[in-house]
């Protein structure tokens, strides 16, 4: 029932603090351990949140906003530190001249989230073509995601072109990090 419920796209819990955070079609919202559900954020309250990530170092909640548009799907990330006070905010992508892009390249790809691994303050953001084939990770650190050198403008911000992770004709599906050894993470 539509008209009385809205519709759920992801959930992760955050262990910390038992906090179930849940991405809906009305915004980002948090079920906290007694059982009260309230917004996460006043900036997302009007949005289409569709996915939603917790980890890292230091904390960081990161969410990915979508809507379908008449001929492509408009989306964007968002983050928030989970250890300093204010709201979530849009996620900038970094050109090779080192400041913040006014256009969002993730717009112009239609990338879509497919999960999200966090290695200490960086996070790799798996993200595919909205009905293309193209995939690749993005590299997040704590300024934003950063541009690679490459002739093709989208595949630009693809973590890995180099290393085969978009030159290839598997589409990456998802992205976990695991120990490989004491305090080293590998990515896969």
């Not at 917004?39 to 990161?62: C, N, Y």
């Not at 879509?112 to 293309?132: D, I, K, P, Q």
């Not at 403008?153 to 290393?163: D, I, P, Q």
Request: some cysteine.
């Amino acid at each position: 029932n539509l008209k009385k419920y809205t519709e759920i796209f992801d959930v992760a819990f955050d262990k910390t603090s038992e906090t179930l955070w849940v991405a809906t079609a009305k915004g980002l919202w948090m079920l906290d351990p007694s059982g009260k559900l309230a917004s996460a954020s006043k900036v997302l309250d009007s949005m289409r949140v569709t996915g939603v990530w917790i980890g890292g170092t230091p904390r960081q909640v990161l969410v990915e906003t979508s809507v379908q548009n008449k001929e492509s799907v408009s989306g964007h990330l968002w983050r928030k530190n989970l250890d300093a006070s204010g709201d979530f905010s849009k996620v900038p992508f970094i050109g090779l001249d080192g400041k913040a892009m006014k256009k969002d390249v993730y717009d112009n790809a239609d990338y879509t989230v497919s999960n999200v691994a966090f290695v200490g303050g960086l996070a790799f953001v798996a993200v595919r073509a909205v009905g293309g084939s193209e995939s690749g990770l993005l590299r997040l650190d704590s300024v934003g995601v950063r541009a690679y050198e490459d002739e093709n403008e989208n595949s630009a911000w693809l973590y890995g072109f180099e290393m085969g992770v978009t030159d290839r004709d598997v589409i990456i599906c998802d992205v976990t990090t695991f120990p490989l050894e004491k305090n080293v993470d590998g990515l896969a």
